[in-house]
């Protein structure tokens, strides 16, 4: 069975300090991962997937798969980057299942 | 982008009353939509992964006549909690998957906060 873990329930850093939020996985197969964002009173909303490799609102995430990691990055923390993150592995029962979530806290 | 929208944002009800939740894929169909559950300061379990046309596959652990899914049409899925008690009081959270898209992105709908009295 597939599992997502972010050990960090929070994270508060100062604005301009990097910020790494950590996700571990465990899956049998190939994994498709994903970060999600939920600011205050919003939806949740994709950041980033692994399977693009994008860079969105400065974060970066990289899938190590010898370590299991998809790993969030950004090298300088803005005070708008507060909200809640999730991490989340697709399977291929065309499920997400969600990690439990780190709360980000930016401060000024 | 793809918007999922959910109908009541917020409902109170009486314990013994069953409460319906609609969610809706505004500018896309989707053969597939999914229900979560969110309890305060968690992350999101899913509850169910509902199918149009079909019936819905209900994870391990959640009663199927108790939350009642139906997928009417390619933009509509329901959840009704029946006989609801405190106990459901929660956050429902739908989302729906983009047919025929490159990737297997979801969309989240805002949410519905259930509060049983």
């Known amino acids: 069975a597939q599992r997502v873990t972010q050990p960090e329930k929070l994270l508060s850093v100062f604005k301009g300090a990097p910020v790494e939020l950590k996700c571990n996985y465990s899956y049998s197969g190939s994994p498709e991962l994903f970060w999600y964002v939920q600011y205050s009173r919003q939806r949740l909303q994709l950041l980033l997937r692994h399977i693009s490799r994008e860079s969105i609102k400065g974060f970066t995430a990289d899938l190590n798969k010898g370590e299991t990691s998809f790993h969030l990055k950004k090298p300088f923390a803005q005070e708008e980057d507060s909200a809640m993150y999730y991490c989340?592995?697709?399977?291929?029962?065309?499920?997400?299942?969600f990690g439990g979530g780190t709360r980000l806290m930016v401060k000024p | 982008g793809a918007v999922v929208s959910q109908h009541p944002s917020w409902v109170i009800c009486k314990s013994g009353t069953s409460v319906k939740i609609e969610c809706r894929s505004l500018?896309?169909?989707?053969?597939?939509m999914f229900w979560y559950r969110q309890f305060p300061k968690q992350s999101l379990m899913l509850m169910a992964t509902s199918n149009e046309g079909s019936k819905a596959t209900y994870e391990q652990g959640v009663e199927k006549d108790k939350f009642l899914i139906n997928h009417a049409s390619l933009t509509l899925s329901t959840l009704t909690v029946t006989s609801a008690h405190p106990e459901d009081s929660s956050f429902y959270i739908c989302?729906?998957?983009?047919?025929?898209?490159?990737?297997?992105?979801?969309?989240f709908g805002p949410g519905t906060r259930l509060t049983v009295l």
């Open positions: 989302s729906a998957r983009v047919d025929g898209g490159d990737y297997n992105e979801q969309f």
């Open positions: 500018d896309f169909q989707a053969t597939t």
């Open positions: 989340a592995l697709y399977n291929a029962g065309n499920m997400l299942t």
